[in-house]
């Protein structure tokens, strides 16, 4: 039987990204009136908290975006908190579920309603979780009683066969189908642009291959250190944290054929063709390096190793580049130069398409070095596309100069640019799966990094050191050069 009923269930509800970014986006999605109408939210942790006090700490993080009058903001506010819960217990214990489901039934009234699961807890208890909420039998494996959706956070898995097993397990609890696994770079409103920039705009398809671009980068970087992170990050390290998912999901969307239509089925399909296109990593292709102190002594900028809670002598690294070469037709040669890395010297992250040099040489020595075109997608910090073009500068002589076709989202677009959570959500709650990444897409994305991880560990080969601050460690130049690519 359908149902609009929804009890949106999030688990580590105490936790940095449930009151940072799923509670706002929620309230967003809510005072947009884009949830159903007959909707609970219950937090669940290990934390004990009433309702009163999860409340008021969710009311920390809410703002207005989209309801800027002060009493409609009030009022939607207290709309909103009313309909938040809070249930505490061991995130492995069935009983623990058993109270929830009792505290779900006597606020929801009766068992028929949808059930939207989101796992924003640690890796170590996802499976405890899941097999706890299983045996609670407060999933549902049929649409009897309402549809059953989980929601997971990256990191899927440390590699290949640990992503393969973490599937297997949670899909005895939760079908593929059922499975939302997240990127929130997805659900970012410059990187769904991406296949309307492409497709949607003649002028690009017939350019958009190795006869016109001669390579592509694909950055991700972040000024500042781990910020408190250190237990996670130094388990698992940047490769693993943003190359495997934000920035090979960044190349699929860049380097993939048009789908047959745009639906989650076609789009998925295009991403990984692409992703089983790539050559695997070589180790020699792979750059990493680690964050010493700043130079010059500045100071709260430390080593990577004098965080709190990184072990003296961790080998994680906080920087990686690496070159990636796709064997298909479109981009047979074109090297794309991936990277990303913490305590670096700005905050950004984008796509640029480098173009061949112009074969065109009538301008002579008035001209001599004329840099070549770039298309740029900036992501972050603030979202714009660029069309980087060689121009005569206004004068009586002949001058060049490399100028920008700009579109700047916030100078562009009035309306508020919705947060990539909120996209997300919505998207899970209306069932649409185009921007989550599949089983096959996953396990193709690991195939890509599997093998020169594994090497990287056998060979114990140490990241090189860096300064905080710095473009990166020595070795990023070498591997430019090594193929071909200028700084
Ligand atoms: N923060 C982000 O923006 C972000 C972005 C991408 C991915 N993620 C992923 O999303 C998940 C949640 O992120 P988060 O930043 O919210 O994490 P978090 O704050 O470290 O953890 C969430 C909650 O889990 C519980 N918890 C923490 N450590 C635990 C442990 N060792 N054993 C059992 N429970 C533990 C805590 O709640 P109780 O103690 O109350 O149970 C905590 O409030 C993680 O898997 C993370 O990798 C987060």
Redesign the pocket.
């Known amino acids: 039987m359908a149902t609009e009923r929804l009890a949106i269930i999030i688990l ?1 509800a ?5 009151q ?2 799923l509670l706002p986006a929620l309230f967003s999605l809510f005072a947009q009136k884009l949830l159903p109408a007959d909707f609970r939210i219950f937090g669940f ?3 004990p908290l009433t309702d009163a006090e999860f409340r008021a700490r969710t009311a920390e993080n809410l703002t207005c975006r989209y309801t800027p009058d002060a009493h409609e903001c009030a009022a939607f506010l207290e709309q909103f908190l009313a309909r938040c819960h809070y249930c505490s217990g061991e ?1 492995g214990a069935t009983d623990a579920y058993l109270d929830l489901a009792a505290a779900l039934q006597a606020e929801l009234g009766q068992l028929t309603f949808n059930r939207l699961f989101y796992l ?6 996802f499976l405890p979780a899941a097999r706890a909420l299983g045996n609670s039998g407060l999933t549902t494996c049929d649409n009897r009683h309402g549809w059953t959706r989980i929601v997971i ?3 899927f898995g440390r590699d290949r066969a640990t992503s393969d097993e973490l599937a297997t397990a949670l899909g005895q609890v939760f079908s593929d189908d059922q499975t939302y696994r997240i990127d ?1 770079y997805l659900g970012k409103e410059i990187i769904q642009n991406l296949l309307v920039l492409r497709f949607a705009n003649h002028i690009f398809e017939p350019l958009w291959n190795r006869h016109f671009i001669r390579d592509v980068r694909i950055t991700w970087k972040e000024d500042i250190g781990i910020a408190g992170r250190a237990g ?1 990050f130094d388990d698992f390290g940047i490769i693993r944290d943003v190359m495997q998912n934000h920035l090979l999901q960044m190349l699929a969307l860049t380097a993939m054929e048009p789908p047959l239509h745009l639906d989650a089925g076609h789009i998925r399909d295009e991403k990984v063709r692409v992703l089983k296109g790539i050559r695997p990593l070589a180790l020699e292709d792979l750059v990493t390096g680690q964050y010493a102190a700043a130079e010059h002594g500045i100071g709260g900028r430390p080593a990577y190793r004098a965080e709190h809670g990184v072990p003296a002598d961790s080998r994680t690294e906080t920087y990686g580049a690496a070159v990636l070469k796709i064997e298909n037709d479109r981009w047979r040669g074109v090297p794309f130069f991936v990277e990303c890395g913490k305590a670096l010297d700005t905050k950004l992250a984008e796509i640029r398409l480098r173009f061949h040099d112009n074969a065109v040489k009538i301008f002579g020595a008035k001209a001599p070095h004329l840099p070549p075109n770039e298309l740029v997608i900036r992501v972050q910090p603030d979202e714009a596309i660029f069309l980087r073009i060689n121009t005569k500068v206004p004068g009586l002589e002949t001058k060049f100069a490399p100028t920008e076709l700009n579109l700047r989202y916030r100078a562009a677009f009035t309306g508020v640019i919705p947060e990539a959570y909120e996209s997300l959500l919505l998207d899970v709650v209306k069932g649409d799966k185009s921007l989550f990444i599949r089983a096959d897409e996953l396990a193709a994305s690991w195939d890509v990094l599997d093998g020169a991880l594994h090497e990287l560990a056998a060979t114990q080969r140490a990241p090189e050191p860096y300064a905080y601050g710095s473009a990166g460690p020595q070795g990023r130049a070498k591997l430019l050069a090594r193929h071909g690519l200028a700084l």
């Open positions: 580590g105490s936790g940095d990204l449930a940072k970014k942790a290990r934390t995130y924003a807890i640690p890796p170590s208890v956070e990256k990191p929130h996670y």
